[in-house]
T-cell receptor
Framework: GDSVTQMEGPVTLSEEAFLTINCTYT??????LFWYVQYPGEGLQLLLKATKADDKGSNKGFEATYRKETTSFHLEKGSVQVSDSAVYFCALKYNQGGKLIFGQGTELSVKP | KAGVTQTPRYLIKTRGQQVTLSCSPISGHRSVSWYQQTPGQGLQFLFE???????NKGNFPGRFSGRQFSNSRSEMNVSTLELGDSALYLCASSLAVVPYEQYFGPGTRLTVT
């Protein structure tokens, strides 16, 4: 079946460091891919999306490219801030249904 | 535009009781999905409603049910609560257009004692 695998956390970085959170997926079709972020005590916020191969999603300095050949959608940011500390979820969804399939989440902690 | 709202935010119930959670989607969104989040199982899809009809269903027992009203508001019900039902229940709404990106509410934290 379809699934999403993320790198395990927690990831601890110093402020202004480069961030990469790995995400790979297994899919029987051609899903859209998403990154969501969850701050403590809150719901999920959509961070960025990509709907087809080679699309790059970007938002608030975060980027991810839909790589069909490597079935990956790695999240990157050039310079993290303390305010980026949160849990990040990679997910896939097929257009015809409402079911998001999530990875297990990666906790990011950024120290000043 | 107001976001997705969920009520109540926190709930404590006793094993064997039933509970109803409510979700109001973003104005204009006709699809509402529900997810359960637990430390052990992560985020799992419960069901999706569109135009008052259940369109997709996850792999949960029949104790979990839902419905959607004509104004797109949705409720989910859990009967005969078990300790393992303690979780954050998240509701998400979306427009009925590709790629159907979902916007989440803050969740209802259910604790079963």
């Amino acid at each position: 079946g379809d699934s999403v695998t993320q790198m395990e956390g927690p990831v601890t970085l110093s402020e202004e460091a480069f961030l990469t959170i790995n995400c790979t997926y297994t899919a029987t079709g051609y899903p859209s891919l998403f990154w969501y972020v969850q701050y403590p005590g809150e719901g999920l916020q959509l961070l960025l999306k990509a709907t087809k191969a080679d699309d790059k999603g970007s938002n608030k300095g975060f980027e991810a490219t839909y790589r069909k050949e490597t079935t990956s959608f790695h999240l990157e940011k050039g310079s993290v801030q303390v305010s980026d500390s949160a849990v990040y979820f990679c997910a896939l969804k097929y257009n015809q249904g409402g079911k998001l399939i999530f990875g297990q989440g990666t906790e990011l902690s950024v120290k000043p | 535009k107001a976001g997705v709202t969920q009520t109540p935010r926190y709930l404590i119930k006793t094993r064997g009781q039933q509970v109803t959670l409510s979700c109001s989607p973003i104005s204009g969104h006709r699809s509402v999905s529900w997810y359960q989040q637990t430390p052990g199982q992560g985020l799992q899809f419960l069901f999706e409603y569109f135009s008052e009809t259940q369109r997709n269903k996850g792999n949960f027992p029949g104790r979990f049910s839902g419905r959607q009203f004509s104004n797109s508001r949705s409720e989910m019900n859990v009967s005969t609560l078990e300790l393992g039902d303690s979780a954050l229940y998240l509701c998400a709404s979306s427009l009925a257009v590709v790629p159907y990106e979902q916007y989440f509410g803050p969740g209802t934290r259910l604790t079963v004692t």
